[in-house]
């Protein structure tokens, strides 16, 4: 990112922050709605003790974890489906039925399962995780372009040369986009579990916090969130503009 893009995300957060202070000074009260000044400072007291890294690494860990696990399930199946019409046929039924139950849906089913460990919170990441996946890596095996597959071939390669050389290739960016939309839906899923069942966590973090009414504890959690998703999707981003760049486009 050059110094222009650099300098254009910090007027947008400063715009924020500053339209944030605006509403939290002079349109609602600061015991609901506190000042970004406030939030700072209590977020700067968590660092301090420990307990915001505790709480986020928690989340993080979880994320991670059930994110690695679901597109790791997720882009072998998707190139399978987008590879092979009899695959497609099986397993679509399959995906389309599943894709509309919310993870949400099923953190009660998951807690019966798993219990509040970390295995119900991993299955749900991987359950957000592996449709999303699917469908837009068997996406992007679809829209690889003929005439480059038809020019491989041409030139002698093998159906595997094809597939490693050509079409690979070519879906890695709908394989990062489909990574990065599930990435997002994985930050709602985690907090949504973390609110119902967990020890721990930034979700858990929140919902102590509403008990007790402590307002600037729940804006330095939300916050947080938003940072590191932020960074998140902004490394996906990269990834997908560098490879689309190289080997097809996408928009």
Known sequence: MNLRGVGTYILGFASLFLIWHV???WIIPSVLFPTPWKVILK??????????????SASLARIASGFVLGSAIGIPI????GSFPIVRRLLEPYTEFLRFIPATALITVAV????????????LITYTTVFIVIINTAAGVSAVAPNKIRAARSLGAGPFQVFFFVGLPAT???ILTGMRLAMANSFVTIIAAELVAANNGLGKMI???????LVDQIFVALVVLGFLGFFADRLFRWGIYAFAGRFSPVT
């Open 207 to 213: 919902w102590d916090s509403r008990l007790y009414m």
């Open 23 to 25: 509403c939290s000074t």
């Open 78 to 81: 998707g190139l399978a489906i």
């Open 172 to 174: 890695v960016p709908y």
């Open 112 to 123: 019966i399962w798993f219990g509040i460990g970390e295995t119900s919170k991993v299955f």
């Open 43 to 56: 977020g700067i007291e968590l660092a301090e003790d420990g307990t915001l890294w505790e709480q986020a």
